[in-house]
């Protein structure tokens, strides 16, 4: 257990994202079987111990430290496991618990005699082990680390595609001993069968104007970018789940999509909330997502259904090699024989030359709209992001000037300076809201100037927030204004981004909540 | 039968005040006379008209302030010996807390007081340890008077840091130390350790890390951080004093492993929101059961607390049988992090 809570303590200080692989890489390469295999299971989150919750832990520390002191503790700490590990009895000897002996101890106990099993394993541990063992138990570890690190890590370590590991995760079970097997060599990958499992998805490049200027336009195809998430469907006589893009499985949250999902295939497409077939807007989709219970009232409220765009198994049958134009052939044939419910094809536009696409996409107002996708007629279906294949042309942002209102400092490269701005809009009777946030977009050279301007033209500070006289105005650019309740402004936008500083501009002209307001719904263009 | 201290020792708007001795301690504004317990900025304030304290204390009020600021008249007192103010005997013993740090023991009519000021019960290379006094009232801090306070041995945490200089070597490590105290004992906490490359400071350390090799607590090869070039640096231990560790002023470092020395590190929320890569947990402050252990270390039925966490302290006292009263004493504790 004390290796796999260095782990956890040291991703927890680190900041960069090479950096935790690496430290991931390291602990996956270097720790035996079964313990590396737990370890990735606790990250991936599919430990569960249902005798283990929090309040079992409350009424155990309890039996220890008096009430009182611990109240006052966890008070200020802020965090239960924290709270305990820090308050717990000195160990006498420090001997911490393996960690595949934890979970098996876990399984293999009964219910009434586990508090007493937590405290024999608290009793033997530095605070570092506590802290990991009660995150562990009662499944809250939130390391700062992904399931993706994790992959990435073992990717690194072991010198295969991430791609390989995804495309079996979801066959596995934990502690993953075929995983390990395959990935050192000893036996070939694990076939995952007619398990659900999850295919890497074929992603775009943002199209720039240079690359317009050199594609060969005959050779495309064009199709709307819906503004949903993309979702992977995976039906076969194995199950049926919902993949997000990064292979979560996000079937509970859709239980009708699954129902819908009476067939063989391997799908891809757009989740849209589509009311008598007009999508909405982002934010509707958005009361849908991360739930792991979905109310029927929410069902009724946001209908979700899949447009889809590209097949990547019809049956048992890999279509993943033939060239999209075969592929789209044998999605519309698939298509007109099954008629699955909550589905439709995302359709294809017709076009001869840029100017035709380019007109169209200046002139389309649906709300559900990012811009256009352009995939090239010849390509197979490949995993990852390949140049030359697919390309997604976006809308022009909309834009605003909104005062810098408060910063906040970065992380890693960025620590030592304020790089996360707030920016507000005026209201009419003179007082700046806040209507977003923005972290990137600027250049090297006016991070520099802002965080100089910052330092110079503070107000107050709130813990790392500094609060700034208005002085500058930014110009904001974004995707959509959308309603909402969250911000005091009652517009939330979507992508923000800083297109430039205005030095030039006083602050009096920057624009007013009104203008804003009515860019809700508007789409870019 | 002799007087109670509460009779002749209270808490004022200014700080402490003996009032047959006619002298605060640490008095927090200007006062005709006052005793320093230590030369932390929120202890040892400027203007006062006589000023009592250890040699060391004095000089380095000195060294921070100037000489006029630093009290018109100065009177060192010596551990051990005893000087009669008024109707009441003082004495000042070691703290422990830094160099020069004493507790303030008054002696009226056969009734005892000790204030203890900052204090840690730890082994420290740069001051001299704490001795417990027996006394009638305590008088005791409690800037970590919360159970989950437990310091860790520092030897551990020096082991942490030269690990992580061996994973890095080449990687500066910065450190951020307050000025008075914790950087000259982080510094001889490497020297005992072994460590004897040069270290490299911040402008702001280099006079009171000079002061300590006067008043005879060899540093090693200390040398300023803030001219030495980017090459230099590498893999090398930088310290400087927290505030600077986030600012501009580490953007002249490639790349450093940031770490923070402090009791604050403990808690890990804590340290990280500082920003903190390499959490050491190193204080200068007497944790959860130091605290616990010389309330019956100095056998007082009694003890007052002047800032911190008292509550907690303030309740287990009283599980243990002793009186124990909240002074609230406001200034203290809020010079930066000291901790």
Known sequence: MKPFADLLERLLYTQGRNAKIALLADYFGTRPDPERGYALAAIAGKLDFPGAKPAVLRALVATRVDPELFALSYDYVGDLAEAIALIWPKAAIEAPPELPAVVDQLRQTPREAIPALIATWLDASDVSTRIALIKLITGGLRVGASLRLAKLALAQRFEVEVDQIEEIWHGLLAPYPTLFDWLERRTARPDPGTTPVFRPPMLAHPIEEADRASLDWSSYRAEWKWDGIRVQLVATPGGKRLYSRGADDISASFPEILAAMDFTAVLDGELLVIRDGVVAPFADLQQRLNRKMVSARARAEYPVAVRLYDMLFDGATDLRGLPFDQRRGRLEAWFTATRPARMDLSEQINFETEADLAALRATARDDGIEGLMLKAAASPYLAGRPKGHWWKWKRDPLSLDCVLMYAQRGHGRRSSFYSDYTFGVWTEDGRLVPIGKAYSGYTDAELLVLDKWIRAHTVATYGPVREVEPGIVLEIGFDAAQRSSRHKSGIALRFPRILRLRLDKPVAEADRLETATRLIGAAAV | ?339
């Open chain 2, 1 to 339: 039968m002799a007087p109670h201290p509460e009779t002749w020792l209270q808490p004022r708007p200014e700080g402490l005040f003996c009032l047959p001795g006619g002298f605060f301690i640490d008095a927090t504004r200007a006062v005709d006379r006052a005793i320093i317990t230590h030369g932390h900025a929120d202890h040892a304030r400027p203007g006062h008209h006589h000023v009592l304290a250890s040699a060391e204390t004095l000089a380095i009020m000195r060294a921070r302030m100037g000489e006029g600021r630093a009290g018109i008249t100065q009177q060192a007192l010596a551990s051990g010996e005893v000087l009669r103010i008024g109707d009441v005997d003082v004495g000042l013993v070691p703290a422990g807390h830094v160099l020069g740090s004493c507790q303030v023991v008054m002696t009226y009519q056969g009734s005892r007081a000790v204030v203890s000021g900052d204090y840690k019960r730890r082994a420290d290379p740069t001051c001299a340890g704490f001795v417990p006094v027996a006394c009638d009232v305590f008088v005791t801090e409690a800037t970590f008077g919360l159970p989950v306070f437990r310091h860790p041995d520092t030897d551990k945490e020096i082991a942490k840091l030269l690990h992580s200089m061996s994973v890095f070597p080449e990687r500066p490590h910065l450190i951020g130390a307050y000025g008075l105290g914790k950087s000259q004992r982080m510094v001889a906490l490497l020297r005992a350790a072994g460590y004897d490359a040069p270290i490299y400071l911040h402008g702001a350390l280099a006079k009171l890390c000079d002061l300590y090799g006067e008043l005879g607590i060899d540093l090693g090869d200390l040398r300023p951080a803030t001219v030495a070039d980017k090459a230099a640096l590498r893999g090398a231990v930088v310290i400087a004093p927290p505030s600077a560790v986030a600012d501009r002023w580490a953007r002249r470092l490639d790349d450093p492993v940031v770490a923070v020395a402090s009791g604050w590190m403990r808690v890990r929320q804590r340290a990280k929101a500082s920003g903190v890569e390499l959490p050491l947990i190193i204080s200068d402050h007497a944790d959860w059961d130091e605290l616990l252990a010389t309330v019956i270390d100095v056998q007082a039925p009694e003890i007052w607390v002047t800032h911190g966490n008292e509550a907690a302290l303030i309740y287990q006292l009283g599980l243990m049988g002793r009186r124990g009263r909240a002074l609230s004493l406001i200034g203290y504790g809020d010079e930066g992090d000291d901790a």
